[in-house]
């Protein structure tokens, strides 16, 4: 944690403080920011603030009272809910507008870590409570370069595997047979041979599984991928060493026969919504203009409205990348969320629509982008067709 860096950071947003507040490890962004150890026995509240001027305070119970000592700054400590009340005063004084893991009508729900009961004693005390959203963002999201390289190595290494898996499919089929369940084995033994780490995962989705856009095959329940098949891979991971980058695509494509021209129009469809979005997001950053997540969104849902498929594209366009396959900076949404969020230099996020009709086939369409200061640009292969296996 870099108490200078969170100030500046306070100073340019016009904010007093910025209030970390956890009881029973709820705010697990709080622990990662502040650099505590996350996952320990933590039965009473804490308060620890950053004020934009000056040395960080600390307030925690009695019989709690080292669970902040690895960050600095004064400590005071209490017993009663009276007490804490007096000293959380105490704490504030001179702070009007505070940001907190908060989030108004829980729109961004993912830093919307503290309870309301805690949001209206701080107002009860004329305290201006906002979102903490951006700030999570810049000191969580944004990766160093050394973390970026993690990303473009686990690119390589799974773009060369997922282009393997193909023809391992095509092999399979037309030999012994094969199954969802033994395709997401056969990408799980690949990347661990390249040494990477995942998640939950990969999936592959066959025929009407590929409509549902968080299947996931077990061994009970997997369906064999055979001839005439439309089929989709979403795979993810990252190398094996501490906050490394996950790097996360899907493809879609046929098992032994030509696209239908259904197919294949959902897929050029979902294509040019991904690269309008992707364009989008280039072109701001290239003029310097700020851009934010709803609005990469609206690009790619556009295309996907104007062709009269918006019905059937049920999720956000893409999310942050990060240590976390899903990180905490911004999301490319405006469906189910409003994401104000800024698209900031040093992130990385997945661009992936998708148009999915229950009970006959799906088709999604991801890659990845990292926004530095002048540009943004994917970071892996571009699927311009519909694979033939």
């Known amino acids: 944690m870099k108490i200078s860096e969170i100030q500046a950071a306070l100073t340019r947003a016009k904010l007093d403080g910025w209030l970390f507040y956890d009881h029973h490890n709820r705010d697990p962004l709080g622990y990662r920011i502040l650099g505590l150890e996350e996952g320990g026995h933590v039965t009473r509240r804490w308060f620890y603030f950053i004020p934009a001027v000056g040395e960080p305070r600390k307030l925690v ?62 107002r009860e005390m004329g305290k201006e409570i906002v979102s903490s959203a951006d700030l999570v963002s810049q000191f969580e999201a944004v990766l160093t370069d ?14 060369a595997i997922l282009a393997e898996a193909w023809v391992e499919m095509g092999r399979r089929i037309r030999g012994a047979g094969t199954s969802e369940y033994e395709m997401v084995a056969w990408l799980q033994n690949a990347m661990r041979a390249q040494g990477l780490v995942w998640e939950h995962g990969p999936n592959v989705s066959a025929g009407p599984n590929s409509a549902d856009s968080h299947y996931e095959p077990s061994e009970a329940t997997s369906r064999p ?14 190398q094996d060493l501490p906050q490394s980058i996950f790097y996360d695509i899907t493809w879609t494509g046929v098992v032994g026969r030509e696209p239908t021209a259904r197919e294949q129009l959902i897929f050029e469809t979902v294509a040019k919504a991904r690269t309008a979005a992707s364009d989008l997001v280039a ?18 849902r556009a295309v996907i409205r104007e062709a009269g498929f918006a019905d059937w594209f049920t999720h956000r366009t893409g999310h942050n990348i990060a240590a976390e396959l899903h990180g905490s900076g911004a999301h490319l949404d405006n469906l189910e969320t409003h994401d104000e969020r800024l698209i900031l230099p040093n992130t990385c996020f997945s661009v992936e629509p998708g148009i999915y009709f229950p009970g006959e086939f799906g088709i999604r369409s991801e890659v990845n982008m990292i926004a530095r200061t002048g540009r943004a640009e994917v970071t892996g292969r571009i699927q311009t067709e519909l694979v033939r296996i």
């Open 146 to 159: 050394a973390q970026l390289e993690t990303h473009y190595a686990a690119q390589r290494l799974i773009d």
């Open 225 to 238: 991928i055979v001839e005439g098949d439309f089929v989709l891979i979403d795979i993810w991971g990252k």
């Open 283 to 300: 072109a701001a950053y290239a003029a310097g203009t700020p851009i934010a997540g709803w609005q990469a969104d609206d690009a790619a």
């Open 61 to 122: 119970h009695r019989i709690e009272s080292g669970k902040l000592d690895a960050v600095p700054g004064e400590k005071h400590v209490y017993s009663s809910w009276q007490e804490l009340e007096r000293e959380l005063t105490a704490m504030l004084a001179g702070a009007t507008k505070i940001a907190m893991q908060y989030s108004p009508r829980n729109a961004i729900m993912y830093v919307s870590m503290v309870d309301a009961g805690t949001v209206e004693l701080l």
